[in-house]
């Protein structure tokens, strides 16, 4: 039994004998590294496909992990009219302090731009220019002076000065996925097309509730109009979604989106702890106005400690809790893990969540909640006693790939990481225009 989906089943409301009678799942992966990446990744796809069988009664759940493996490194793998877009940009990545290292993230314009402005550098500075800036200083002060600046720097440490740290601590006290009823609610019978609403950017929440609209899901993602996504991000994890621009800043936009949120099933959030609660997202307020709403979120740090509220993605994750330095090649320069596997993992596991909670919610009835995040699923890599297979080789890439001509030009990428029963080994769509869907429910019959 795979280390991690036996840690996760008794939240899933699930036990060994079933994952046993309906999972087919090969040792190995495609997922060189020193720590068991590929038992995390394999047992959080085998969750996310063991929760969607038990809540839609298929037999046989399907796990290969050389396409775990693909699905996983997606973003390496994906190209646009033979293009392949780079994983990150010149600005994102490992920096050489004055007495150690800092990780940075500036993907997207916004945190390029306060990045720049907390190094003092102007809108046209290349990444020598952020060389420099960053030589003189120390690890610290750096990751200090950008958080305040609202940017995404991280001094990378070793695993043990990240354990010892008070946001270790706070990271240790939540489950690395966690399902739970929170209060009284009639019981919901499980719909044949539970409606979802996607309220997640990047990978982590996007990969979970593209899992989700895979098993039959009807997901809209809902994103601002002020903030920009990028298309390979968006083309690798929207994948049978609907996609629509809401402006919470307006009233009227508000109101139409609980009224949403009304006939939804499911909201899955992933923007830092409290900061939707203006909206009235928090899980207080939803509790009391839709208590037959399952509500998931995840976070990088979790909602606790003094980083609760502090933004993060995968690679600082790696680097704040010791990965990077377990997998730096030389000793001396940090490194990464193959795949951004936190992201990857984490989103299964929420999706696992969530479906799990679908059928509770219809079995007992409640309200529920599911969390997942970064830095748990970091925890239980960094101290799981699981050891990886055989590294599996993957030298001809096509029978884990499917090509879709789209909006943006002919797109190939990962196939589905599982399938249930003869499922399509393809995601309904591939490419539908960004934001171009209107903020409203498809008609299901129920």
Known sequence: MNHLLREVLPALALDEGYAAAHLELAPGGALPSALPVNTLACGAVAAAGLAGAALRGAQRVRVDPRQVSVAFRNDQVQTIDGRREPGFAPLSGFFEASDGWVRTHANYPHHRMRLLRALGLGEDATREDAVSAIADRPAQALEDLVTADHGIAVRVRTITEWMASEQASAVAGHDVLAVRSVGAAAAVPAPRRPRVLDLTRVLAGPVATRALAQLGCDVLRVDSPHLPELDAIHLDTDSGKRSTLVDLQNEH??????????????????????????????????????????????????????????????????????????????????????????????????????????????????????????????????????????????????????????????????????????????????????????????DRAD
């Open 253 to 442: 936009a508000r109101h139409h989106l609980h009224d949403l949120l009304a006939a939804a099933d499911v909201l899955v959030t992933g923007y830092r702890p409290g900061a939707l609660a203006g909206f009235g997202l928090d899980p207080e307020h939803l509790a009391a106005q839709h208590p037959h709403l399952v509500c998931a979120s995840l976070s990088a740090w979790t909602p606790s400690g003094p980083w609760g509220r502090r933004r993060g993605f995968d690679s600082i994750v790696q680097a704040a809790t010791g990965i990077s330095l377990i997998e730096s090649r030389d000793g001396q320069v940090p490194g990464a893990l193959p795949a951004q596997a936190l992201d990857h993992a984490t989103g299964y596991l929420l999706a696992a969540g969530v479906l799990s909670a679908l059928r509770r919610r219809a079995e007992e009835g409640g309200t529920w909640r599911v969390e997942a995040h970064l830095a748990r699923t970091a925890h239980w890599l960094l101290q799981t006693d699981a050891l990886d297979g055989s590294v599996l080789p993957l030298d001809d890439l096509a029978p884990w790939t499917v090509g879709s001509d789209t909006a943006y030009g002919h797109v190939v990428q990962a196939r589905p990481a599982f399938t249930l029963d003869d499922s399509p080994r393809e995601f309904a769509w591939v490419g539908r225009r960004y934001g171009a869907d209107e903020a409203e429910w498809v």
